[in-house]
């Protein structure tokens, strides 16, 4: 089983909301990866998991908070967010992290209004 | 800087058409190379890895080749549910993971 499951499939928010976007795993994959994809544009990463802590954060802004309850789930708190937030939101996992490939989840379509 | 280059941008084929993507990359250290196939509004799926230059892996119609410098995935006597964006990606020795803005294939029935 490859599956990464993403919840929910689409949602609207407006500035001021606070949502989360959830991620599951049941691969026993111990890395695990936030990837945010605007139209027509590749994968852009924000945040790895490895064993359950933060290794990479690539300077994404403040009202983005991940977290990793447990190494089969991850969440995308979601804070304030402005309209160019809009994106696909994809999350990943792998085995680990050098080299293994990472499977992903179906997405998340987020819109900010 | 490291970076990934994927051409063409765009691709179009005549079914059995068979042709070349090409993924061109400059970096400090490569882990791996990685294809996937990405289908409208959906995650990308995984195809291949790739670690050093001279390996080739192969699955159905598809074929993955790495050299020092570039991978091409070979696509042979294509079909039309082979339509969709194909994206590459590299691994560096600091764990950073670079996406290539994909080349989108139509396969014309």
């Known amino acids: ?113 | 800087e490291d970076q990934v280059t994927q051409s063409p941008e765009a691709l179009r084929l005549q079914e059995g058409e068979s042709s070349s993507l090409n993924c061109s990359y400059t970096v400090s250290g490569l882990r791996g190379l990685f294809w996937y196939r990405q289908d409208p509004g959906k995650g990308p799926e995984f195809l291949f890895t790739l670690y050093s230059a001279g390996e080739e892996k192969e699955k159905e119609r598809l074929k993955a080749t790495l050299t020092k410098k570039e991978s091409f995935l070979h696509i042979t006597a294509p079909k039309p549910e082979d339509s969709a964006t194909y994206l590459c990606a590299v691994q560096n020795t600091g764990n950073q993971f670079y996406f290539g803005t994909g080349t989108s294939l139509t396969v014309i029935p």
């Open chain 1, 1 to 113: 089983d490859t599956e990464v499951t993403q919840t929910p499939k689409h949602l609207v928010m407006g500035m001021t909301n606070k949502k989360s976007l959830k991620c599951e795993q049941h691969m026993g994959h111990r890395a695990m990866y936030w990837y945010k994809q605007k139209a027509k544009k590749p994968p852009e990463l924000m945040f790895v998991y490895s064993y359950e802590k933060l290794s990479i954060n690539e300077s994404v802004p403040s009202r983005f908070s991940p977290e990793c309850p447990n190494s089969s789930l991850l969440n995308l708190h979601l804070h304030a967010l402005q309209p160019e937030d809009s994106a696909l939101y994809l999350c990943a996992s792998s085995q680990g992290q050098v080299p293994y490939e990472q499977y992903f989840g179906p997405g998340t379509r987020l819109t900010v209004t």
